[in-house]
């Protein structure tokens, strides 16, 4: 789907895990007075760690901090070509040129401001995060899942991805996760030990708890507020290994005993967290992007990757993300685009009961692509489902178009016919451009009707213009070139047509017929060398005999 802005930006910087409380609030605080000082932000709220729910199982390493912007209105403003303009006349051109830095531009500078050693920045939007989150798990707009049996197998070749995938064009940062590189503390009871002071694995666990880990007592209750009590050691009786071997443990004989005379103390390295998928461990990697489509930075980066790296046996890659969602949505779009067209197709056949006009009706869905193209390429914009949902209405437009240009031509072909003008291709080329050029106006006011209707919407701005722009941006250039080609394209398909196939070859040629009183049509078969001769008093004689039946 196109950006959707959302009025805010998230912030998501990641750094190596293991990074003590301290340092995270430290590190976040650092970051949020970067953000703030932003003219453009109204207020900022980080986040590092998680509640105690299992919803969102995000450690330390992974900060979120939601930046609240300003209205687009109050942004300080830059300077512009017509800048000297009284504030009246800027409104116009602020439309298509506005007079402060873009949301892009935006995220760009910021993340220019918030290079931190050691840390990956990405930026999204909440809620757009939310949904790439609820439905892929990656929350960037790409990424790299690598699935297999060995979580430090899985590690390793999530770090060789990462300095290859940095060097593809539009990559503003990626990050492997360490999944074996999470930090733990051990502690390995001495069953000996406590049994020789009477202690039981219990009483060691409760002091363990309440000592380190804290254990809840009572609540207060402040007003309408509840706040859970909780009681454990001062934080510099327990930020160290030195310190936590002297917590003592009390026995029933009243005797106080430090913990490392009951357990091992160790510090540990093992996974942070274990992710499983369709049966398999995996590990991710998030890229985040800029400056170009999701499908093209993909393709790219495949190739780079499938050129300078061997997978080892039993392990896979899964590009994920957004582009996991647009290869679902390429599956359904080669379903709805030929279903599209052939109802459009089945729909002129029931109008015009003509199979080659109905086709050449449909020679309007190339023309006014071209346009379409074109213009989405000048507004920088990438092809999503809104884009293709543009192209989709584009072709109802186009048969519109094409069959009013084609109700001309056959109303100037049948009035020529009837008055028994239609005798040699010289009469054919009058008829058809009386059809085509002296009948622009009601074609053209037929085009404006659509662009009056759609321009509006290429002049919004605010929430949901993002991508009322992307489906509105086909039509509006599709039906320019439509138009254009269809003055210029149809009257000499038409003409080929009509010449080779409907009055040459000797078949039946409608321009000799004339409707009796009982309805029945008359035709005559002729020569084609015939129809570049002046007319004969055969023929003439067949034109009078018509007009006496009639």
């Not at 930006?9 to 190596?16: A, E, Q, S």
């Not at 992710?275 to 499908?295: C, F, K, P, T």
């Not at 086709?359 to 092809?383: H, K, Q, T």
């Not at 084609?406 to 008829?431: C, H």
Request: hydrophobic share 45%; with cysteine.
């Amino acid at each position: 789907m196109p950006p959707l802005y959302e009025g805010s930006l998230l912030f998501m910087p990641t750094t190596l895990p293991g990074i003590s409380v301290t340092e995270a609030q430290e590190l976040m605080q650092a970051q949020d007075k970067i953000l703030k000082s932003f003219p453009e932000v109204e207020r900022v709220f980080g986040k590092a760690g998680r509640a105690e729910t299992a919803t969102d199982p995000a450690p330390f390493s992974m900060m979120e901090t939601t930046v609240l912007l300003k209205p687009v209105s109050e942004w300080p403003p830059i300077g512009r070509w017509y800048s000297f303009l009284p504030g009246i006349l800027q409104a116009p051109f602020e439309r298509v040129w506005p007079s402060h830095i873009s949301k892009d531009d935006l995220i760009e500078k910021m993340n220019r401001a918030l290079k931190f050693p050691g840390v990956t920045n990405a930026w999204t939007m909440p809620i757009k995060n939310r949904l790439d989150m609820l439905s892929t798990g990656i929350r960037t707009p790409v990424g790299i899942k690598v699935m297999g049996p060995d979580l430090k197998t899985i590690e390793k070749i999530s770090v060789e991805l990462e300095g290859m995938v940095k060097d593809v064009r539009g990559t503003r940062s990626v990050f492997a996760e360490r999944v074996a590189g999470g930090y733990f503390l051990d502690f390995t009871l001495r069953r000996d030990q406590l049994a020789r002071y009477g202690l039981s694995v219990k009483d060691v666990d409760m002091i363990l708890m309440s000592a380190i880990g804290g254990e809840p007592i009572t609540t207060t209750v402040e007003g309408r507020e509840r706040y859970t009590i909780n009681v454990r050691y001062a934080r510099e009786l327990r930020d160290n290994l030195p310190k936590l071997k002297r917590v003592l443990v009390p026995t029933i004989s009243g005797a106080n005993i430090p913990f490392e005379e009951l357990a091992d103390i160790e510090l540990k390295v093992g996974p942070s967290m274990i992710r499983d998928e369709n049966g398999m461990l995996a590990g991710y990697v998030y890229v985040d992007m800029a400056d170009r489509d999701v499908g093209g930075y993909v393709e790219e980066a495949k190739k780079m990757v499938s050129e300078r790296f061997h997978l080892p046996e039993g392990y896979s890659l899964v590009w994920s993300g957004q582009y996991e969602n647009m290869l679902r949505v390429r599956e359904r779009l080669k379903i709805v685009l030929p279903l599209t067209l052939f109802l459009i197709f089945l729909l002129l056949y029931f109008n015009t009961k003509s199979v080659v006009k109905a086709s050449i009706v449909m020679l309007a869905v190339p023309f006014s692509l071209i346009g379409a193209i074109w213009y989405l390429y000048l507004l920088g914009y990438n092809i999503s489902i809104a884009v293709w949902v543009g192209m989709i209405a584009l072709m109802g437009l186009d048969a519109e178009t094409g069959v009013f240009m084609l109700l001309f031509l056959d109303l100037s072909y049948e009035s020529a016919v009837r008055k028994g003008q239609m005798k040699t291709y010289k009469d054919l080329t009058e008829a058809i451009i009386h059809g085509a050029v002296k009948r622009v106006r009601p074609k053209m006011m037929t085009v404006c009707a659509a662009f009056i209707g759609l321009l509006p919407i290429m002049w919004s701005v605010g929430t949901g213009a993002d991508m009322m722009k992307r489906v509105a941006a086909p039509m509006v250039g599709g039906l320019l070139t439509s138009f254009v080609l269809e003055l210029l394209v149809y009257p000499v398909v038409y003409s080929i047509w009509r010449w080779r196939f409907d009055m040459g070859q000797g078949m039946t040629v409608p321009r000799y017929r004339a409707v009796a009183a009982g309805g029945a049509r008359h035709s005559r078969r002729i020569d084609p060398d015939a129809l570049n001769r002046p007319a004969g008093p055969s023929l003439l004689g067949f034109d009078i005999m018509c007009l006496a039946r009639a």
